[in-house]
């Protein structure tokens, strides 16, 4: 008799093969193939009739995985003719780069070959939500070897991305766009003629903690960006620091500071001709602009879907990167704290916020629950690398007990745990005004970490990853949150567009068909994400695979000062 368990072994083995052929595959010569037809899917089909309950589920997830394991496959032949030297991949630069190693490719890959890579992946991790979900039902002998195979099988992707000639140019072409984007942000905030320029006036004193803070900021930046004004921080008696931004953080322009002008007026009096228009915050902002985050410019989106799984996030991560620009003194601190700390990759970032969260907006997480993902991620390297690696830890908290806990518990050769437990105590709500460089450290060194495992319904966890964006090319994977997806504060909603037909399997899922927008409310981590169908408007869960993030772009500003200074 056919078990479960039989056949989600033998499904994980068949994917396990596929990873391997396609790691062989630049190597191969082509194949002539005179009948044309690619027969693979005959190699999985047949235990497809062993269709019952979350059996069948687990299988239509490992078909979509293998299909796009053959979509990379299609465009397997294309790489190897463009690294060969033969035709060239669709919309690509024309620039070279200065390599000696002629298996690197100074061009793009095409947007096809991209986000094939990227579905796999992500696919990959929701089949492992649902297979954890499922464990119940799995025995622990048989839940061990899919775990060896799901992180041998991560460990293939990363080095597919990696040794598949593209990696430096991803690099070079993210660069190029954010040096564009920070170009643009800098002029903006340097006019020619401060006393004739367009302001746009932002208190900094929002009443929230510090992850809160910056984001208010970010919005009234983006808000700036797109109305082509220069953005003012009126920052003095900030409850961080009585000094101001400028105290910590470089001065957001260097030749125009202040709000003068000729004429003044509010956002909500719906008179924006004005010099000088005072923004309120987001909660109060009336009526609401189009592009508020998390929506992209339309004269970059191309491009940006192209380098980014998700777009949004690096766009947000730009303006993140042009606020936090550290003063010398505040970046010698950080560096002196890496120092002590021995801090270097591998190395993962744990953020565990507890304290006013717990209870109000966010649920308790053991600790054991992140230094699992933690493990996970370890061993994954270690595939990689194909040696055993250092379990470096960087843990941040507003709870000094955290640390003390996690020092205990994995005092074994195996770990290194770092961190601060000073830092930890002055988070603290009783003392969490008077620690601003405490928490900036620690949102620096998380963010310089190879991936962030926290909760994302924590402003600190969020704006540690924004600033992980532009530290690689297309870090959108690198975090695991143990709550919601990545949302921006009173921007707009994360949209998704199903790919795949649902039919609802009980009173709690929702109907999709192809092409159905759906607001995004969550995802569960188990295999399924909540929604609202726009086209049946009712909320509910599906299965997370049958649907994609969707961009969401807009032309703005609609004044493009950069015109003066771009060919």
């Not at 991209?114 to 119940?136: C, H, P, Y």
């Not at 470089?250 to 005072?278: E, F, M």
């Not at 437990?421 to 005004?433: E, H, I, T």
């Not at 969550?522 to 726009?534: A, D, P, V």
Request: charged share 25%; net charge positive; glycine share 6%.
């Amino acid at each position: 008799m056919i078990t479960k368990s039989y056949i989600v072994r033998c499904f994980c083995i068949v994917l396990a093969l596929w990873f391997i052929l396609l790691g062989f595959m630049s190597f191969l010569p082509e194949s002539n193939n005179s009948g044309g037809k690619d027969n693979s899917d005959g190699n999985y089909n047949l235990l497809l009739y062993h269709k019952n309950g979350d059996t069948a589920e687990l299988l239509k997830r490992i078909d979509v995985v293998l299909k796009e394991v053959n979509e990379l496959k299609k465009n397997s032949r294309e790489i190897r003719k463009y690294l060969s030297g033969g035709s060239s991949l669709k919309n690509t630069s024309d620039e070279t780069m200065d390599t000696s190693n002629n298996a690197v490719s100074s061009r793009y890959p095409s947007p096809t070959y991209e986000k094939t890579r990227r579905f796999l992946e992500i696919d990959l991790k929701e089949m492992w939500n649902f297979v954890q979900a499922k464990s119940g039902n799995i025995g622990e002998t048989d839940m061990k070897q899919i775990k060896d195979v799901y992180k041998q099988l991560r460990a293939h992707l990363m080095k597919l991305r990696a040794s598949d000639g593209f990696e430096l140019v991803r690099r070079r072409e993210t660069e190029a766009l954010s040096n564009l984007v920070q170009k643009r942000i800098y002029d903006l905030q340097n006019p020619k003629k401060c006393e004739t320029a367009r302001k746009l006036v932002c208190t900094l004193n929002k009443g929230c903690g510090f992850g809160c803070q910056i984001h208010h900021v970010g919005y009234c930046l983006t808000v700036a960006y797109a109305t082509s004004r220069t953005l003012i921080l009126e920052s003095k008696g900030w409850r961080y620091n009585r000094q101001g931004w400028e105290k910590v953080f470089l001065p957001l322009s260097d030749t125009c500071t202040n709000s003068y002008g000729a004429s003044r007026g509010d956002w909500s009096a719906g008179k924006h001709n004005v010099q000088v228009l005072i923004l309120p915050i987001v909660d109060f902002l009336k009526p609401r602009p189009p592009y508020l985050p998390v929506v992209i410019p339309s004269d970059i989106a191309n491009k940006l879907e192209t380098l980014h799984g998700e777009p949004h996030i690096f766009w947000v991560g730009q303006f993140m990167k042009y606020l936090l620009r550290l003063q010398p003194e505040t970046n010698s601190s950080i560096e002196e704290s890496k120092s002590k700390l021995h801090f270097e990759s591998p190395i993962v970032g744990i953020h565990i916020r507890r304290t006013d969260k717990i209870g109000t907006e966010a649920s308790f997480h053991s600790l054991k629950e992140y230094m699992d993902h933690a493990e996970d991620y370890f061993d994954i390297i270690q595939n990689l690398n194909g040696a055993p690696v250092k379990k470096k830890v960087f843990i941040a908290s507003d709870d000094p007990n955290v640390l003390a806990e996690a020092t205990n518990k994995y005092s074994s050769s195996e770990w290194e745990i770092l961190g601060d437990k000073g830092v930890a105590q002055s988070a603290s709500l009783s003392q969490r005004y008077y620690a601003l460089h405490g928490i900036i450290k620690d949102v620096f060194l998380l963010s310089e970490c190879d991936i962030v495992i926290c909760t994302f319904s924590s402003q600190v966890c969020r704006l540690a990853y924004e600033i992980l964006q532009s530290r690689h090319p297309d870090a959108s994977q690198r975090f695991i949150s143990l709550d919601d997806v990545y949302y921006y504060g009173g921007g707009v909603g994360v949209i998704q567009i199903a790919e795949k037909a649902h039919e609802p399997r009980n009173d709690q899922e929702i109907e999709l068909k192809p092409g159905d927008t759906i607001n995004l409310a969550g995802n569960h981590w188990n295999g399924l994400s909540k929604g609202t169908n726009r086209r049946t408007n009712r909320m509910g869960l599906y299965p997370s695979y049958k649907a994609r993030d969707a961009p969401q772009s807009v032309d703005f500003p609609v004044n493009k000062w950069w015109h003066t200074f771009e060919p």
